[in-house]
């Protein structure tokens, strides 16, 4: 059975201050809530703050981005072993704003994947089609590609491990989502992927988010879908109402996925 997801990805928005009350907001507008969990990734600048606000409940925390070294000349960069001492559980990698901004590629998307790994960190892998990739019917074999390469090289007891993203670049921050349907046809096909990288059992237990301007009104059908295990949310986690009544879906939606 899989437990639904829904991580709020606050991207780069976020003074310590503005973090904490958003993540207060976010806490007492999620009492009683169950049957899903629930992971915050502000910056990394707020993370101790959030992880403050958080200490005692169930929401986890989460970060952004990792880099794959333990410790080195790599100005700027921010490594597993720092985030699992601020209290994160969950790093978000190879984000389609890392890869379009800051030049990622799978091959170094796979060694943070494993670097955060080998610290006891659960990353979350995102894969999506640019808007022109999915018109030229390219949808499949770039996701593919993109997770292939994310997962070189793991054994299956680590893939089991990572959370999947489908994230179509498209539907990112745009106000249009993807249709369950849409999202559903490419789940399946990252599951079956999965089967291959790993085993039938570990893609069966794999959960794998929807993220794509996620919002109150549409995670209903999303989540109505089996193969659908939760989302990744950006703008509508930044406002702790409207994240919270994504979840409050989520979690009505029914526990465990067959
Ligand atoms: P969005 O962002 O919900 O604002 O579309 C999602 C994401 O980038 O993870």
Redesign the pocket.
Known sequence: MRTPLV?A?W?MHGTCAEARTLALGVREGLQGVEGVEVVLCPPFTALAAVGGVLAGSRLGLGAQDAHWEAAGAFTGAVSPAMLVELGCRVV?LG???RRQHFGERDEMINQKVRAALAHGLTPIL?VGEREEERERGATFAVVETQLRGGLAGLGAAEVARVVL?Y?PVW?????R?ATPEQAVEVHAFLRGLLGEAASKEVAQAARILY?????PDNVGPLIAEPEIDG???????LRAPEFAAIVRTVGAAGGGRP
């Open positions: 991580v990805n991207k978000i984000h389609s704003e995102c993203a994230e539907a990112i921050g745009t106000g989502n993220g794509g301007s996620v919002k989302g990744l949310v950006g703008g509508a986690s």
